[in-house]
Structure formats: structure tokens, C-alpha cells
């Protein structure tokens, strides 16, 4: 079996796995990174949201092949302390009820955070429609990212 060599929360890892496995299935089960979860499998859902170097990209769609040499950031490296603003602001909220897809959602969220410090309703609503929960969380998660981009200025 081949061996990749990826950066996962700024630690250069190496896997040995078929070349067209899912980043998805290297996070969760050859690197045990449980945090990001599989939804879909086909990259609508943004359950499987990570970050490749600060962009926000769902996991299921990226095969270990074209994730080598590349760098991610998962839901568990995002924040040490699990202190991110929005992993603050998703508490503050009470923007979880199942929880199933909010590492995905907290991702897209930071991800939209550091691109665009100080977003408008819209371009929220834009970056998060490729986040499907299934409680409906919605109202909850913009005010989320209202707070989180609050605390950021």
C-alpha cells in the first residue's frame, strides 16, 4: 500500500492507504481525528468540512492522492483550548442540538471569520448554505457567527 505524507493541524503525518481513499476516511480512521464526521459522502452536506490551508473544503471529496503535500485543519485543530470565537460563540448560542454536523459548520463558519472579518447577513447565509442540519439549527448558528465576528473586531 502507498504512503502519503499530509500536514494535519500543523503536524506533518504519513498514512499508508489506497490512493483514491477519501481525506475523510484518513482523518477519522487512520489519524483516529473522530471530529469531522461523514454525512453524505458526496461533498452537499458539509458534515465532513475541514480546512485546507485557510479555505473551508468538505473531506469526502478529496481523495488522500490530491490531499498530499497539502496542509488541513480539522475541528480538533482548530483551537487547542477549543476557545476559537466560534467555538465560543457556538456555546454561547446554544447553537447545538444533536450536534452531528457543528464541527462542519463551526469550520465554514472560521473559515468564512478569516476571510471576510465582518460579514453581512447575506454573505453568511451564502457561506453556510452548504451546511445541512437536520434540527434546524439555522437562526441559532447566524447569531453564532454575528457574536464570533463581534468578538473578532
Known sequence: MPTFTLTVNREPRKVDVEPDTPLLWVLRDALQLT???YGCGVGVCGACTVHEGKEAVHACSISV???????FTTIEGLSAAGDHPCQKAWVAEDVAQCGYCQPGMIMT???LLARKPDPTEAEINQAMSGSVCRCGTYNRMRKAIQRAARAGR
Open 65 to 71: 492522492r490530491e490531499a498530499a503535500g497539502k496542509s
Open 35 to 37: 471530529g469531522t464526521k
Open 109 to 111: 463558519a472560521a473559515a
